[in-house]
């Protein structure tokens, strides 16, 4: 269920239970087979685009493995969220490259993982894998995965990793074996060598596995079935040294409660560095949200602890679990109710990204005085429409178990949701955060954040930096890649991350940056804040007070600071004290600047100037900052209604803005629409300095016609000393729908026939083919035959026999019918009646054909979603004769001459007199000429409409011995 949020300042207890101490044996100890030690990796053969075939792409099906429980409805307060950006600005990437493509791999989705060693980046999407040298060259690839594991198939999941304790690298992906994982392990360090590789089989389908470097093992944690979850530990030893039969130790985790609408994806501890007690156990971590059930009384994660005997499997046992409180977070659905949270622009089709798994990985550091293990996973932060990430840094030491040292929500006030993270942290505590960012005002783009150890407790300090802004949309189906991978450079300081993104409409692209929080510098200082001044009435004599750190490990003092007024240098003052590595310190400049200019922006800019610093890109800060009028209140924006289909009803809803510094209530607000009687309202709330604030206007507007409607909205403030900010105009169309569904895996029509109509097709998710006419009669019953490349397709046909652009039950032609029902891909062909009504309206309508997988078609022949097609044709309705043929068979042309006067022309066999005549889209006609001039074959007509209504408009052309004309629509401005 949904919750409501509330933000709240308290803060909540953290308490933790002690690991019990019943501790539970292997739910079973099995070995895995030795497929054998593969050739080298570079001496195999690439693939090309195409080329890597054999597992089914994976798409999410309502409901798909999801077990029924209850939703507990409750209220969630927010304690940690993070709403402005960190202001460190950092190095710059050190690498940023292309992984695979789409065309490369052929699959859907990428599920993008990569690792780094000492030379060398490996990287793996579903299907195939890369080697890069460091600075991104190819050195091998693109190989098919499941050919170089030698299991034939490519089976998914891919998972790399590089074990630093031993130098090697670990390549995965699902086995060919029923309900198995395959594992390949590098012979040597080089990873385009060759690989013993092993596949371990489990008890049901070891759905999307993780995996963790520890010192005893390779930890790991599938989702089995779907249903549930089991960890388990792989003998890293054995398979290190290529030995036969491999142990692997499964382990049911005690008191674990699962997401029941999502995957069930525990984090298992994965090693960064070298440095680790060989006496620890190794650990796994899960989230427990209080709104999956009753059963879960509080946010909470539970971590539970695995000791491993490989010599005597019986001895090795999993802990009851420790239980960390949490600060409240909704971890629930975040594939919401099949749309998912992550809107993109142009489209309704939202993405999904995971909701209840832990990502990948959980990073664990070991420092002098304690050890780190930092995790990440997403989180809604207001009623399941923006996404953000929860993440929390856990510490022990030898003395005390694992408890929460910081936590935060990254969840920046810019309408972006940002989630689908993975985390590292560097050997100086700094930790880097890389993620997904989108709107419905921002592709699907990757970036990343980060601290520096020291920084305030629970907050990314660093500089949102891009990695690349992806350019495309995904409008064929809601899923989105199921993980990304933060991997951590040998050096210790260098960050390696790799997700997904649009560089194309519905085509994937990965991406791989390195990058660096710190280098471990002696002599590092920089600017991060300035905190004064502050926009407001400003006057000739301001002071700035700027924060500075050291981000060195050389204490600092006696340095000078540069002070900058839009590009010039103010001052340059020495700061006297001392600043210690790791703090901060303020400084207020004796120089002041002169803001008095009303509406002015300036640029204030300071810069520390130390003699010798490593690192000169953190030095300077700037911001801007605006000498406000005292009254000033304007319009940001009109939010609703947005173009779309089948509109009708709307509320008009805007944000407006104190622009000013006197706070403003009461005043008028007001919106139009085509310029007629505005609709004035009163705002009573109250808008401090800076503020923006929703308002839904109570009268609504119907946009029903189909055509473009211009809003104007504007505020009215008594006294307002800018009126240029005081109003926006935003045009909004009422569009015939286009629903985009996926039909990859062959769901959906290969062919359409039906009189006329013979057309063979591929994979659209929306085809418009209304230029193709099937003409038939009143009363009439006609075959059409349909052909899907999947089976347990369920078809239906409406004909919008009254020309209003919607399909309504009544205009159903063809009722819901299941082709090939549980048959999965092949070719399947059914003819069926179509029965057009004896009223049936003479002329031509369009005709929508749809399908959908597994169930029936839906009554809304609008809904965006599923599995299956749409395709749009035309059927002309009348008693049909040799002349209607040939009209039929003409070409309608509008040419548009500007001012809104057309040429309209019919190039057709047909000998006689043509008629022209114009419809609003209410279907009344407002114009006939039954004189069409007539050269050769080709009849134009010159068609003014500047003196009509802006609006959509139908013209037909036809003979006036026929019942046949065609259609064409014009846009009146």
């Excluded at 198939?153 to 790399?160: Q, Y």
């Excluded at 002070?563 to 703090?583: C, K, R, W, Y």
Aim: glycine share 10%; proline share 4%; hydrophobic share 35%.
């Amino acid at each position: 269920m949904k919750k409501n949020y509330v933000l709240f300042t308290l803060s909540l207890l953290c308490f933790a239970t002690v690991f019990g101490q019943d501790k539970l044996p292997p739910e079973k100890v099995i070995t895995g087979k030795f497929i054998g030690k593969t050739i080298p990796l570079r001496d195999f053969p690439t693939v090309e685009p195409g080329d890597v075939r054999g597992k089914a792409i994976e798409v999410l099906v309502p409901n798909d493995s999801r077990t029924e429980m209850e939703f507990v409805e409750t209220t969630t307060i927010i304690n940690d969220l993070q709403t402005e950006k960190g202001k460190i600005v950092t190095k710059a990437p050190e690498q940023n490259f292309i992984g695979v493509s789409q065309s490369e791999s052929g699959f859907l989705p990428p599920d993008p993982t990569g690792a780094v060693g000492p030379n060398h980046y490996v990287h793996s999407v579903n299907s195939l894998v890369k080697i890069f040298d460091k600075t991104g060259n190819l050195e091998v690839g693109p190989v098919s995965l499941g050919s170089f594991l030698g299991i034939g198939s490519n089976a998914g999941d891919p998972i790399i990793m590089y074990d630093q304790l031993a130098d090697r690298w670990v390549v995965s992906e699902f086995g060919s074996l029923n309900n198995s994982l395959a594992i390949g392990v590098s012979e040597t360090n080089d990873p385009g060598g060759a690989y013993n590789v092993y596949q371990y089989q489990f008890s049901g389908f070891p759905d999307y596995p993780k995996y963790g470097l520890w010192h005893d093992g390779y930890y790991g944690t599938v989702n089995l079935n779907g249903q549930t979850t089991q960890a388990f530990v792989m003998e890293r030893d054995e398979m290190l040294s290529g030995g036969p039969s491999p142990q692997i130790q499964i382990f049911n985790l005690p008191q674990i409660v699962v997401n029941p609408n999502q995957v069930k994806s525990p984090g298992a501890v994965s090693l960064l560095g070298t440095s680790v007690d060989t006496s620890a156990p190794g650990y796994i971590v899960y989230l427990q949200d209080d709104g999956w059930t009753s059963q879960i009384t509080f946010d909470h994660l539970k971590i539970w602890e695995i000791d491993v005997d490989w010599s005597n499997p019986n001895n090795s046992t999993v802990s009851q679990p420790l239980e960390l409180a949490t600060d409240p977070f909704d971890a629930g659905e975040l594939f919401g109710d099949g749309n998912g949270a992550i809107r993109q622009p142009g489209t309704s089709q939202r993405l999904a990204g995971h909701g209840g798994i832990i990502s990948f990985p959980t990073h664990y550091r070991s420092f002098a005085n304690h050890n780190s293990w930092l995790l990440t996973f997403n989180t809604f932060i207001d009623q399941n429409e923006t996404g953000g990430i929860r993440w929390i840094e856990l510490r022990n030491d030898s003395s005390n178990d694992w408890s929460i040292f910081q936590q935060g929500t990254y969840s920046i006030a810019d309408g972006h949701s940002r989630l689908m993270s993975s985390a590292a942290m560097d050997a100086a505590g700094n930790i880097a955060m890389g993620y997904t960012t989108a709107s419905e005002n921002l592709p699907v783009s990757l970036r990343y954040t980060g601290r520096f150890d020291g920084d305030p407790l629970g907050q990314m300090t660093v500089a949102e930096e891009i990695i690349i802004d992806g350019p495309g949309v995904r409008t064929n189906t809601n899923r989105y890649g199921d993980y990304s991978h933060m991997s951590m450079d040998p050096n210790n300081f260098s960050f390696w991350f790799t997700s997904d993104y649009f560089h194309a409409n519905n085509q994937w692209r990965t991406q791989i940056a390195a990058f660096s929080l710190s280098g471990g510098f002696a002599a590092d200082l920089g600017a991060i804040s300035i905190d004064q001044p502050e926009d407001g009435l400003l006057t000739a004599n301001e002071q700035v007070e700027v924060t500075i750190r050291n981000f060195g490990t050389d204490a600092q003092s006696g340095f000078p600071l540069d002070l900058f007024l839009d590009g010039s240098l103010v001052a340059t003052e020495i700061f006297s004290g001392t600043v210690q590595p790791n703090e901060t310190a303020s400084y207020t400049f004796n120089e002041t600047l002169d803001l008095s200019t009303q509406s002015q922006t300036y640029t204030i800019e300071v810069a520390t100037d130390l003699s010798g610093d490593e690192f000169g890109d953190n030095d300077r800060v700037s911001k801007d900052v605006t000498s406000l009028f005292a009254e000033d209140l304007g319009t940001l924006a009109i939010t609703s209604p947005a173009t779309g289909n089948s509109l009708g009803m709307q509320t008009v809803t805007i944000d407006v803005k104190n622009f000013g510094a006197n706070s403003q209530s009461n005043f008028d607000v007001q919106y139009s629409v085509d310029g007629g009687t505005p609709v004035v309202e009163t705002f009573t709330g109250t808008l401090n300095s800076g503020e923006v604030a929703s308002f839904d206007f109570a009268q609504q507007i119907n946009f029903d016609e189909l055509k473009e409607y211009e809003i104007t909205a504007s505020t009215s403030l008594s006294g307002d000393q800018q009126p240029s900010n005081d109003s926006v105009t935003i045009t909004v169309e009422n569009l015939l729908c286009q629903p985009d569904l996926f039909c990859v895996l062959g769901d959906g029509f290969q062919l359409v026939s039906i009189a006329e109509i013979n057309n063979v097709s591929d994979c659209e998710g929306y085809a418009d083919f209304t230029n193709q006419i099937a003409n038939l009669d009143q009363g009439s019953t006609n075959e059409i035959t349909l052909t899907t490349g999947y089976g347990s397709q369920n078809v239906k046909v409406w004909i919008d026999f009254n020309d209003d652009f919607t399909f309504s039950n009544t205009e159903v032609v063809v009722p819901n019918f299941e082709i090939a029902p549980g048959q999965g891909q092949g070719s399947y062909t059914e003819t069926l009646e179509l029965v057009i009504p004896s009223n049936a309206p003479i002329g031509e309508h369009i005709m929508r054909v749809r399908s959908n997988r597994d169930g029936q078609v839906s009554p809304d022949s609008c809904k965006d979603d599923g599995l299956g097609e749409v395709e749009d044709y035309t059927v002309n309705i009348g008693n049909l004769g040799v002349n209607d043929f040939e009209i039929s068979n003409s070409e309608m042309i509008v040419t548009t001459l500007g001012d809104n006067k057309y040429d309209v022309t019919l190039t057709s066999e047909f000998d006689g007199t043509v008629y022209l005549t114009v419809f609003n889209t209410l279907g009344q006609q407002i114009g006939m000429n039954k004189s069409v001039s007539r050269d050769g074959n080709t009849y134009k007509a010159s068609l003014d409409m500047s003196k009509v209504s802006s609006g959509v408009y139908i013209l037909k052309m036809g003979g006036i011995s026929t019942t046949s004309y065609k259609t064409a629509r014009i846009i009146v401005e």
